[in-house]
């Protein structure tokens, strides 16, 4: 279902461009020149009228995206519902057996045509047999996407089923689920040499100019420490980044607070996880030191705010991250706003809500650019130029329709950013470029068949429609069991 229809570009005209968004006012008039996957020069004119084609076009630096899961399908149309994570979660074991190429297609198909070039594909099936095979069909959805790619490679050796021992979790289910539970939701996992060299097999087979691999703890309350020593050093060693779920919900922290009264973070730190090249999602449950802490080691985090609000997790406390100077970036997390991946509204609900009155450090918007742009690049691509449309950089660009968006503007009363920030959004997309490709045009992803790659899709999906609705019981009464042991806060006693 590749279409191979992306093609290189070498020249871009827009009747406005920002390159630097939030930091300083558009350039009118502006030709960016393209070789090689780069930016070879900007010339502005002065005037709108001096670009003869694209005068109605705005153009900036395309979207990062810092967290995500590449799921195609959505959650709930297999049933995992918007509910508290540690409820919404059980109901993952429900995801059909779709091809993992055409659900990966799908998702970067809805993300390029959203203004996206760079994505942190946090890889969830642990099915280590699986991996190398995934991870390659993963990679090359990526490719005929035309995005850049960031393939985290998931690491974890306890506490499968929640914040407890996996034992003690399966006693307090119903005795009919045991064996379900026990042999399709457990498995062995692989000692932390084996994974080390799964990471490197997978870099040898997927890595290129658009391609990376990161180490992924799933979550470092699902990592022993002798595996998390061995991917901080590791991740010392071959200078590939690592990123971790990061004390998303309140279950966490108070799981983490019983488990390690000196300090998790601290605790972290001490096992040498904590660096540069570490990106940690969410953070909805830091403390001021825990985040002085990681702002001191040049850590950063994703925040992800539609999935901390339609998971009950939280508002992220952005303003500290503000104040201790912590990098941060954002992410979708594969649960945008309406499930449309609409990466310019995810960027405006996260700046309503990271600037409210109360605040006493608002989001500003070059923050709330530089964390689309250049943090969150970094996270993917573990390179720190860019977020700025210059020579020399990465030519990666979005281009929306300024005209339409801005049909109703009275003239001299309206900021051009103003504009972008109230209305950007999936329907004005014209444009995406990556890597100098062109992968969207008349908001059309270019590299793959879009329709014929979301019918196959849920036609796999619903073949496995019977399997799926025959476990719908066991993950009913298994959320209504962990529901009970997290009211009763036993996973917090230690
Ligand atoms: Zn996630």
Redesign the pocket.
């Known amino acids: 279902m590749a279409t191979n229809r992306t093609k290189q570009v070498s020249t871009l005209r827009v009747g406005r461009l920002f390159a630097t968004p939030g930091r300083r006012p558009p350039n009118y008039g502006a030709t960016v020149r393209i070789d090689n996957g780069v930016i070879v020069g900007v010339k502005t004119a002065g005037r709108i009228d001096d670009v003869r084609s694209g005068r109605h076009l705005v153009a900036m630096p395309a979207l990062a995206n810092a ?1 995500d ?1 590449g799921r195609g399908l959505h959650h709930v149309a297999f049933g995992a519902k918007d509910q508290q994570f540690e409820l919404w979660r059980p109901a993952l074991y429900a995801h059909p057996p779709v091809d993992p190429y055409l659900n990966a297609a799908l998702a970067y198909g809805r993300l390029a045509r959203a203004g996206v070039g760079s994505v942190m594909h ?1 890889h969830s099936s642990i099915l280590v047999h699986r991996l190398i095979d995934d991870a390659e069909a993963i990679c090359r959805a990526a490719r005929d996407v035309g995005i850049r790619l960031a393939f985290v490679v998931p690491l974890r050796d306890k506490q499968s089923l929640g914040h407890a021992d996996d034992e003690e979790l399966i006693a307090l289910h119903d005795p009919r689920d045991h064996d379900t539970i026990r042999q399709t939701w457990l498995y062995d996992f692989p000692p932390p040499d084996e994974y080390m060299q799964l990471v490197k097999e997978i870099a040898r087979r997927v890595e290129g100019p658009t391609i990376s691999v990161q180490y992924g703890p799933n979550s470092p309350q699902a990592c022993t420490d002798a595996l998390l020593e061995r991917i901080a050093a590791s991740a010392a060693a071959d200078g590939r980044r690592v990123t971790t ?1 990061f004390l998303e919900t309140r279950v966490q922290r108070q799981w983490a607070d019983a488990t390690y009264p000196q300090g998790f973070v601290k605790h972290l730190d001490q096992l040498g996880v904590l660096s540069e090249r570490f990106t940690g ?1 969410h953070g909805v449950w830091l403390r001021p030191d825990d985040v002085d802490l990681l702002a001191e080691r040049g850590a950063q985090i994703a925040v ?1 705010t539609s ?1 901390n609000l339609r998971l009950r997790s939280g508002i992220a406390p952005v303003a500290q991250y503000i104040k201790s100077g912590m990098r941060f970036s954002f992410g979708i ?1 594969s649960f945008s706003f309406d499930d449309d991946d609409d990466a310019f509204r995810e960027m405006r609900v996260g700046h309503w809500l990271h600037s409210l009155n109360q605040s006493d450090a608002p989001l500003a918007t070059e923050k709330l650019f530089e964390g689309w742009h250049r943090n969150a690049f970094y996270a993917v691509n573990n390179s720190d130029d860019y977020g700025e449309v210059k020579a020399g950089a990465p030519a990666d660009l979005v281009v929306l329709d300024y005209d339409a968006m801005a049909y109703d503007i009275i003239e001299g009363m309206a900021e051009e950013l103003d504009i972008i920030l109230t209305r950007a959004g999936n329907r004005y997309i014209d444009r995406v470029i990556v890597a100098g490709r062109e992968i969207v045009r008349g908001g059309k992803v270019l590299g793959i068949d879009m329709d014929a790659v979301e019918k196959e899709v849920l036609a796999q999906a619903r073949a496995a429609g019977d399997d799926m609705r025959q476990l719908k019981p066991v993950l009913d009464r298994s959320t209504a069991t962990l529901d009970e042991f997290y009211r009763s806060g036993k996973h917090a006693a230690q």
């Open positions: 967290h899961h946090v779920h999602a992800n999935s997390d």
